[in-house]
């Protein structure tokens, strides 16, 4: 096949960088803050069991014990819900663990998920949303 003919596979692109994005959108790192302070939603979904809404998160630069970590819902229809934890250091960057919530507390539809997290020294700093999906 001569060069010209190959075929010409697209790769989405990121808007900000210009850089191909993976294959996998989970592994995009979330916008660096001033302060280099990152919340990101690493899982937000309905669990197998069909009872619970699970929501994973961390943040990156910074690293201690006792911030708060606050996972809110909005849905596209205005439903709100949300769920804290307490910030854990792990390693260089503060771990949120898994929160969940009933089942009960959301509508069918699409979802947004957005994790803010309360240093103990330095504000709050707000993730990108993420989407969800309620079947």
């Known amino acids: 096949m001569a060069p010209s003919d190959a075929p010409v596979t697209p790769t989405a692109v990121a808007p900000s960088t210009g850089s191909p994005l993976p294959d996998d959108p989970s592994t995009i790192p979330p916008k660096p803050t001033a302060s280099g302070i990152v919340p990101a939603v690493t899982v937000a979904g309905v669990d197998v069991d069909g009872l619970t809404v699970s929501a994973s998160g961390f943040v990156a630069g910074v690293s201690e014990d006792g911030g708060t970590c606050s996972f809110g819902f909005t849905s596209d229809a205005g439903q709100t819900a949300s769920v804290s934890s307490t910030g854990i250091v792990n390693v260089d960057t503060t771990s949120c663990g898994l929160v969940q919530l009933p089942i009960s507390d959301?509508?069918?539809?699409?979802?947004?998920?957005?994790?803010?997290?309360?240093?103990?020294?330095?504000?709050?700093?707000?993730?990108?949303p993420i989407e969800l999906d309620i079947p």
């Open 106 to 128: 959301f509508s069918r539809g699409s979802w947004t998920v957005v994790l803010t997290y309360t240093s103990l020294a330095a504000g709050d700093y707000v993730s990108e």
